[in-house]
């Protein structure tokens, strides 16, 4: 196993470590400037944001996620040098994966870390979705160090299923909604129309997919690099460490590929002395820079791999098909509980990328 492949960021750094099973998840942090205030509170908030709560629409597995932060915040403050939070996994049950042994669950990577490893981890080990609570202990850091110069990440469930949350979404509506309902989507009204088609699949021992759509404000146009190191880029591999994401577009997206160029083509003007868009169809971003209108991008996330309707595998001792039944607690829907990981991820995305750019100014 590659260590690299748990970093991500240049300048804004995080290294995820443990796993599902194991003692705990936790993150490191270098890079962060020394002095930014922080609390744990602040950290524990956004962590509790990723807890299921008491919903019947999500996991049973109920893990406390208190935080422990082991150096690099001292009085609310950082002190400059690496950053180390963790987790305690508490709830976990691995008896009720012991079956498995030889028999890999449809769409979950136990047969490929089987191919490359030599066996499958309990609970999916690094590959579980357990591991983006590091991911948001980084994001509360990040979202700190981006708030002290105006730009704030968003997010709210966008489609759960077949129900989708149609038409303008303003930001304040977001702020407002998305995490006071148990989808975490901005429209209280369509909020239950979406539990309602998380609970069917439930009831039916399947479960359901989802969107996720995430918004930053508040960049100023002209931060980020061209090709291999635009915005795009770096939120993009970023967001393929969350799993269960299967697709990312920004601003129109794939809608773009229906549309006309006089159409999809983002028209200037000028309003108080800025340069602003009367649409947004790019995303905020032009040639991997920030065009200083709010970076818009969505991600889909695949159904919940684990569910209780009988499913086909291979035994990969004798090669023979065999029948499987999955045990355990897991969420019927995974975007639900992205929500507030893909916040959080963005903001990591930034904090790394607004570093850099402040850094080559400096230089310049």
């Known amino acids: 196993?590659?260590?690299?492949?748990?970093?991500?960021?240049?300048?804004?750094?995080?290294?995820?470590?443990?796993?599902?099973?194991?003692p705990s998840v936790g993150v490191e942090i270098e890079g962060c400037p020394k002095g930014l205030g922080i609390s744990e509170g602040e950290i524990q908030q956004e962590l509790d944001r990723r807890r299921p709560g008491s919903s019947s629409i999500v996991s049973g597995r109920k893990e406390e996620d208190k935080l422990i932060v082991e150096g690099g915040i001292k009085g609310g403050k950082t002190t400059g040098e690496k950053i180390r939070m963790l987790v305690e996994n508490k709830d976990a049950r691995p008896q009720h994966y012991a079956a498995f042994g030889k028999t890999p669950r449809p769409g979950h990577a136990d047969f490929t870390s089987s191919a490359k490893y030599g066996k499958m981890e309990s609970g999916g080990g690094f590959f579980s979705g357990r591991m983006t609570a590091a991911l948001v202990m980084a994001g509360a850091v990040a979202k700190k160090l981006l708030l002290a110069r105006g730009i704030r990440t968003i997010a709210f469930a966008r489609q759960i299923g077949g129900v989708k949350l149609e038409g303008e979404v303003p930001d304040q509506m977001i702020l407002d909604n998305a995490y006071k309902?148990?989808?975490?989507?901005?429209?209280?009204?369509?909020?239950?129309?979406?539990?309602?088609?998380?609970?069917?699949?439930?009831?039916?021992?399947?479960?359901?997919?989802?969107?996720?759509?995430?918004?930053?404000?508040?960049?100023?146009?002209?931060?980020?690099?061209?090709?291999?190191?635009?915005?795009?880029?770096?939120?993009?591999?970023?967001?393929?460490?969350?799993?269960?994401?299967?697709?990312?577009?920004?601003?129109?997206?794939?809608?773009?590929?229906?549309?006309?160029?006089?159409?999809?083509?983002?028209?200037?003007?000028?309003?108080?002395?800025?340069?602003?868009?009367?649409?947004?169809?790019?995303?905020?971003?032009?040639?991997?820079?920030?065009?200083?209108?709010?970076?818009?991008?969505?991600?889909?996330?695949?159904?919940?791999a684990s569910i209780l309707m009988e499913q086909e595998t291979v035994n990969l001792q004798t090669r023979r098909q065999e029948k499987l039944r999955i045990r355990g607690r897991h969420d019927p829907c995974i975007a639900i509980r992205a929500v507030p990981v893909v916040e959080n991820v963005a903001a990591v995305c930034m904090a790394d990328i607004l570093l850099g750019n402040e850094e080559g100014e400096h230089e310049a």
């Open 181 to 304: 309902n148990d989808v975490h989507t901005a429209d209280m009204a369509v909020a239950k129309k979406m539990a309602a088609a998380v609970e069917k699949a439930k009831g039916a021992g399947d479960s359901i997919g989802g969107i996720v759509e995430c918004r930053i404000t508040g960049v100023p146009a002209g931060v980020g690099e061209p090709m291999f190191g635009s915005i795009e880029s770096s939120i993009s591999q970023a967001i393929f460490a969350i799993p269960a994401a299967k697709g990312i577009e920004f601003g129109a997206g794939f809608a773009a590929a229906g549309m006309l160029g006089s159409v999809h083509n983002d028209a200037f003007y000028s309003e108080a002395g800025q340069v602003r868009t009367r649409t947004n169809h790019a995303g905020g971003i032009l040639g991997g820079l920030s065009s200083g209108m709010p970076i818009v991008f969505r991600v889909a996330f695949k159904p919940t």
């Open 1 to 22: 196993m590659s260590d690299g492949s748990f970093s991500f960021g240049s300048k804004f750094r995080i290294t995820v470590f443990g796993s599902s099973h194991g």
